[in-house]
């Protein structure tokens, strides 16, 4: 056995499929033994009463991302990361993104510099792919898979980042040839412009407009289409922020199929809905994102497919941009049609307990769901397991002490990101990660921020590997 530095004693370890009592032996940065009674270290932390959990890996989140001007992320990856810590996250994954007509090589080179000195704890990237150029499709995507970038997001809307069907195809091809995993951003653009033209002419431009101008349908829409178009090249797709029981439908009709088609969901469809958009006259900017937050119905619906398996990973898709901002959701400083509104909202830092407090807490999902969702799985999605996402010897030693008991009131004063508001300020919970290590070393304390800028490393993700992701179990859904 190596020397043990570090060793995290009487710990109640959880993980995506067992449960046990034992010593944590840390040595190097990973995890060295598992065991009861193990001698003493350098160090010693005492876990007793408390749960021991692998670190959050958020396989969905944006910082520091390049956008058209005058748009501006609050969040870069020092600030970004500081708050993925203190709220139990250990690896973060955002995205380089291309520019149409742009290198998707250069777009990684630029995400580097960004990150570079900055990121608190550990990071990979997925891809952005906007322009699957010949040159893109043929050369620049196969050598970054091969190097580690082996995860990419598409989009169905958005002007700037949209796919024509036939592109779609070409990017899942390669998918399907190269083993890499494709995320679908599900919304039908067309269906959402001529929606939008038609608010904007009546002068429905408020911000609690955005939800009627992405209705259900058009995100049913897409998401069949995008399942029908996996379905034609025979390759795993896995379908982001799902807000409502419409997609939610067509992602079971092809999982009841057997179909390799996996499913996110994210806090804002758990804990906001379309009501938070028109909340205070411009206040529902906060809360405009794509897909919107929908009713309470499907609020519960979301809920259901949680536990029952239908989703495999739950992300933040933070998006951080500040309400009193001319770069953010003020943008130009003043407020603007919902169209103009910058979307996205944070959620980085409170991403793990508002789970753990109302699925775990609730009894919607057991422990080793909560881990499988926020853990596992997405190390396992995007080739990271089992250096994440698990607690085991040889694994990094990213663990997260739980204090179960502890009850918290969100506010924003509370969190660390760059972003002045929370949408989910307010809300009581229980249970917030009391420390967080990662590789080893104490980045979240008692209530205080001990990492630093700049010691987060990169991660080179290796082919994904979906087949053994696995699905939640509920306990006591009605």
Known sequence: MNRIELVVRNARVVTASEATHCDIGVSGGRVVALAAGLPQAEREIDARGRLVLPGGVDGHCHLDQPLPEPMRMADDFESGTRSAACGGTTTVIPFAAQAKGRSLAAAVADYHRRAEGKACIDYAFHLIVSDPTPRVLGEELPRLIRDGYTSFKIYMTYDDLKLADREILDVMDLARREGAMVMVHAENSDAIAWLT??????????????AAARPAPVEREATHRAIMLSELVDVPILIVHVSGEQAIEQIRWAQSRGMAIYAETCPQYLFLTAAHLGAGGYHGAKCVCSPPPRDEASQHRVWEALANGVFHVFSSDHAPFRYEDPHGKKLGG??????????????????????????????????HAFVALTATNPARMYGLYPRKGTIAVGSDADLVIWDERRQVTITNAMLHHAVDYTP???????????????????????????????????????????????RAAARGWE
């Open 334 to 367: 003043g407020e603007v049609p919902f169209h103009r509104i910058p979307n996205g909202i944070p959620g980085l830092e409170t991403r793990l307990p508002l789970l753990f407090s109302e699925g775990v807490g609730k009894g919607r999902i057991d422990l």
């Open 424 to 470: 989910y300020e307010g809300i009581a919970i229980t249970g917030w990660p009391a420390l967080t290590l990662s590789r080893g070393e104490v980045v979240w304390e008692e209530g205080k921020f001990r990492g630093t800028a700049g010691r987060g490393q990169f991660m080179r993700c290796g082919l994904p590997a979906p087949a053994g992701l696995r």
């Open 197 to 210: 033209d038609r608010l904007v002419a009546a002068g429905r431009t408020a911000p609690k407009d955005h």
